[in-house]
């Protein structure tokens, strides 16, 4: 969500002719994040969010957008994408792929409650549930092959005994088969700062370019790895237990997920520690940008692997 590729107003301007979203009053770069250049636009008819995609391609995106159409109709709370005069979603701005959606209301919380944490579980569920309905499918991008070609990158820029950490995770999540858990579409990057609250109730899901298929419980592990996480990297039982109960209230967990949950809290942890390692060694250039430290994914995957028992509902 960095600024990579500027945008003018009177670019955007001339961009915004081939919508009917009235006429750009404000253009304003968002500076966090660190995959696509967003901005906040502001039109006679509106607020919208402008996303100019910097890996993506094209033809990768309109999973991503229908998959919010999609959500939006099923009365999830996510960024509705605006269809042009062509009725696409997808158009070029700077040579870039580029696309236009509601904005939403609310903001993001550093500091969630249980109140927060119980309509976070919900709302997870009610998405995996609006997702069931969804035809089309992407492998995820980040999933072990990703992780097998990502670890020889990063190697170079850490000690042996973090090297070893690293290593010891990949073989072990590689010899397990996590498709064997309810599968379906997952956000894979619901942090907190991807969800927008108002009061206690969750207003928005935005950032959905990481969204794949995978197993349901990968997302919900991801999802407490950051919603119910002291700033020591020590889950925080009580939010975990909240957020759980709350989210299989919504979608019955299985036997088959509790026994795996253990070992997808340490996955999806080692998955951001390898990304965190990635984006700060070996970044891309671009102005705004803001790489998260690595260090807070390395330290809750090693309580994670010191804790014997990991809190289940």
Known sequence: MSVYTT???????????????????????IASGIENTNYFVTTSNGRFVLTLFEKLRADELPFYLN?????????????????????????????KPACIVSRLSGKSTTAPTLAHCAAMGAML????????????????????????????????????????????????????????LPQGLIHADL??????????????????????????????????????????GIL????????????HTVRPLQDSEHQAWPLMLRQAALRFWLSRLFDKYLPRDGELIHAHDPAHFERILKNHIDTSQAVWI
């Open 125 to 180: 569920g009610q998405m995996h549930i609006a997702g069931q309905s969804f035809s089309q499918i992407m492998p995820n991008p980040r999933g072990g092959a990703w992780r097998m070609a990502t670890a020889p990158q990063v190697r170079p820029f850490i000690n042996t005994g973090q090297a070893a950490l690293l290593d010891s995770e990949i073989a072990l999540h590689a010899q397990r088969n996590y498709s064997l």
């Open 191 to 232: 942090f907190r700062d991807n969800v927008l609250l108002e009061g206690e109730r969750v207003g928005g899901l935005i950032d959905f370019y990481f969204a794949c298929t995978d197993a349901l419980l990968y997302d919900v592990a991801i999802t407490v790895n950051d919603w119910c996480m002291r700033p020591d």
């Open 67 to 95: 998959l919010m159409a999609h959500l939006a109709r099923h009365g999830i709370p996510c960024p509705a994408p605006m269809a042009n005069r062509h009725n696409q979603f997808l158009g070029v701005l700077k040579d």
């Open 236 to 247: 925080d039982t009580t939010q975990a237990q909240t957020f759980l109960r709350a989210y």
């Open 7 to 29: 945008v003018s107003d009177a670019e955007l301007t001339v961009w915004l002719n081939d919508y009917s979203l009235g006429e750009l009053q404000e253009l304003q770069g």
